[in-house]
C-alpha cells in the first residue's frame, strides 16, 4: 500500500528532505528504500579541487616554517608583527579556499545523492566525532577527515569507525594528543616535552565511546592516556617526536608510556600501538557503548527525548552484531517510534539548507560560489562546534526567535529569487506528501505573488520540522 505519510517521514526524517518527484518511487516501500541504500561501501566525494591530508600537513609543514623564520626575523629585528599574526593570517590563505572547497563539494554530494540516508549517517558520525576549525590547522583538514575516516567507514564496523577517527590527523591535533608524551617515556628522560595529555582519552570515554554514565573514573582516563601517548604524527622534522610518512598517523616509541596499564579494570600488557587498539577493540563491545550509540542514533533519526523501549532494541542490535553499523541502522529504522506523528523534530540549520537545496534543485557549486556562507548566516559553520561534543541535536537547542528569523529571511530571499518560476503550490505535495497540511494548502493559495507562496511554503511547520 503507497503511503504518503509515511514516504514523507523516510525522506525527511531520515534523509535530507525530498527532492521533486522523489516521494513517488519512496511511497511504494518507504522502509525498503531506505535500507536499500546501506548495501554497498559508502559513496565517496571525488573531486580535483579537494587535497588529502597528506597534502594539507606538508602545507602545515611549511606553515609553522614560514612562522619559525618570521620568530626569527623578529627577534633579530625587533619587528611590530607577532608570529601568531603572521600564522592566522597564513592559514586563512592558505586553507580558506581548501574549507570552501570541502564545504561545497559536501553540499554538492547531499543536494544531489539518491543515498541521502547514507549522507545523515554520515553527518551524524562526523559530528559524533566532531573536530572543529576554529583551532587553526583544522582549517584545512575538516573536510579530509571526514572523507578520509568517518565516510569509508559508515557501513562497516563501530571498531574500524572508531579506529579511524582516532587515529587521523585531524583528531590527533585537534585533542593535542599528536605530541602526548608519557613520564617514564624515552623522550621524558632525555628531553623537555609538554608531558601526558588526557584530552584525547577522555573524550574517546566520555563522548565517542562509554558516555558520560559509562562506568570509567578519573584514573581510567589517566591510564588510558598513557596507553595512547605516542599516537602521533609523521613529519619531517628531527628529534625524538620526529619520522614517519608525513601527514600519516605514526606511533612514536620514544614517546610511549611504558609497561601494563589497568583500565576500566582490565589490566593491558601489549606492546606499543597494540596497547591503545587494543583498549579501543573492548570499549566498541562494552555493552555502555552500545546504549550510548543507540541512544544518540534515536535522538537524532527519531525524537528528542527517544523512549527507552526504542533505545534497547537499538541498543541490542548493536550489541547482537558486534557493532554492524549496516545492523543497527535496520534496527532504528525498525523501529515503531522512528514513524509516528507529529514530525517533532525540528531541524537543524545545516539539515534546512540542505533540505532547501535539493527541494529548489539549487547548484552548490559554480555559480554558487556563495553556498557555504548559508550555513555560517544561519549559525551552523560546517564543522566548527563549540566544543568536542559537537552539535547539540534537540530541538531546543535550534528554535530560538533569532533562528527563526534567520531562516525565514532565507526563505524569503528564495521567494524573491525562485518564486516567479517555480509553483510552490503544486511543488508543496511533491516535498511533502501526506505530512502537508490543510493549513498551509490554504496558506499557499492565498499567497499574492509566486515569490511569497514560495516564503511561505520554506517557513511553513512541515518543512522545518522532520
Known amino acids: 500500500m503507497r503511503d504518503p505519510v509515511v514516504a514523507a517521514i523516510a525522506a525527511n526524517r531520515f534523509g535530507l528532505g525530498a527532492r521533486p518527484g522523489e516521494l513517488d518511487n519512496i511511497a511504494g516501500d518507504p522502509r525498503g528504500w531506505l535500507t536499500s541504500q546501506l548495501t554497498g561501501p559508502a559513496p565517496l566525494i571525488i573531486d580535483p579541487a579537494l587535497r588529502n591530508t597528506v597534502y594539507v600537513m606538508s602545507m602545515i ?141 577522555r573524550e574517546i570515554l566520555e563522548l565517542h565511546t562509554l558516555g ?38 605514526d606511533f612514536k616509541p620514544n614517546l610511549h608510556e611504558p609497561g601494563a596499564q589497568q583500565v576500566n579494570g582490565r589490566v593491558y600488557g601489549q606492546n606499543g600501538q597494540a596497547q591503545g587498539r587494543a583498549v579501543l577493540d573492548d570499549l566498541a563491545r562494552s555493552p ?25 532494541s537499538i541498543a541490542r542490535a548493536f550489541t547482537g552484531s558486534n557493532g554492524h553499523l549496516p545492523t543497527v541502522y535496520r534496527s532504528v529504522v525498525a523501529q515503531a517510534q522512528a514513524w509516528e506523528q507529529p514530525l517533532s523534530k525540528y531541524k537543524t540549520p545545516s539539515d534546512y539548507v540542505f533540505c532547501v537545496y535539493r527541494a529548489l534543485d539549487l547548484p552548490a557549486s559554480p555559480p554558487g560560489r556563495g553556498a557555504q556562507g548559508i550555513f555560517n548566516a544561519l549559525g551552523q559553520r560546517t564543522w566548527m562546534p563549540t566544543s568536542p561534543a559537537g552539535y547539540p541535536d534537540r530541538s531546543a537547542d535550534w528554535d530560538g526567535g533569532s533562528a527563526l528569523m534567520k531562516r525565514l529571511q532565507w526563505a524569503g530571499q528564495m521567494g524573491q529569487r525562485l518564486g516567479a518560476r517555480l509553483d510552490a503550490r503544486a511543488l508543496a505535495p511533491r516535498l511533502l506528501g501526506g505530512t502537508l497540511t490543510a493549513a498551509t494548502r490554504t496558506a499557499l493559495s492565498r499567497a499574492e505573488s509566486g515569490a511569497q507562496a514560495l516564503t511561505l511554503l520554506l517557513a511553513s511547520p512541515e518543512f522545518m520540522h522532520r
Not at 562506568?215 to 628531527?238: C, H, K, L, N, P
Request: with cysteine; aromatic share 8%.
Open 61 to 201: 609543514e611549511d606553515m609553522r616554517s614560514i612562522n619559525r623564520d618570521a620568530r626569527t626575523h623578529a627577534m633579530k629585528t625587533g619587528g611590530a608583527m607577532a608570529v601568531a599574526d603572521v600564522g592566522r593570517v597564513s592559514n586563512g590563505a592558505v586553507f580558506g579556499p581548501q574549507y570552501v572547497a570541502e564545504v561545497l563539494a559536501r553540499l554538492q554530494q547531499g543536494a544531489t545523492t539518491d543515498r541521502p540516508f547514507v549522507e545523515r549517517i554520515v553527518q551524524f558520525w562526523s559530528n559524533h566525532f566532531a573536530v572543529s576549525v576554529d583551532k587553526g590547522d583544522l582549517l584545512g583538514l575538516a573536510g579530509c577527515y571526514e572523507r578520509e575516516a568517518i565516510r569509508p567507514h559508515v557501513l562497516g564496523d563501530f571498531s574500524e569507525l572508531l579506529l579511524a577517527a582516532e587515529t587521523h590527523p585531524a583528531m590527533l591535533m585537534y585533542l593535542d594528543n599528536f605530541r602526548s608524551t608519557g613520564p617514564q617515556s624515552q623522550a621524558a628522560r632525555h628531553v623537555r616535552h609538554g608531558g601526558i595529555n588526557e584530552n584525547l582519552a
Open 288 to 312: 555502555a557503548t552500545a546504549h550510548h550509540i543507540a541512544t544518540k542514533l534515536a535522538r537524532h533519526f527519531i525524537a528528542d527525548e527517544p523512549r527507552e523501549d526504542t533505545v534497547r
Open 212 to 249: 558520560v554514565d559509562g562506568g570509567y573514573s578519573q584514573a581510567d582516563v589517566i591510564a588510558f592516556a598513557r596507553v595512547i601517548s605516542g599516537w602521533s604524527i609523521g613529519t619531517t622534522e628531527g628529534g625524538f617526536a620526529g619520522g614517519g610518512l608525513p601527514g600519516t598517523f
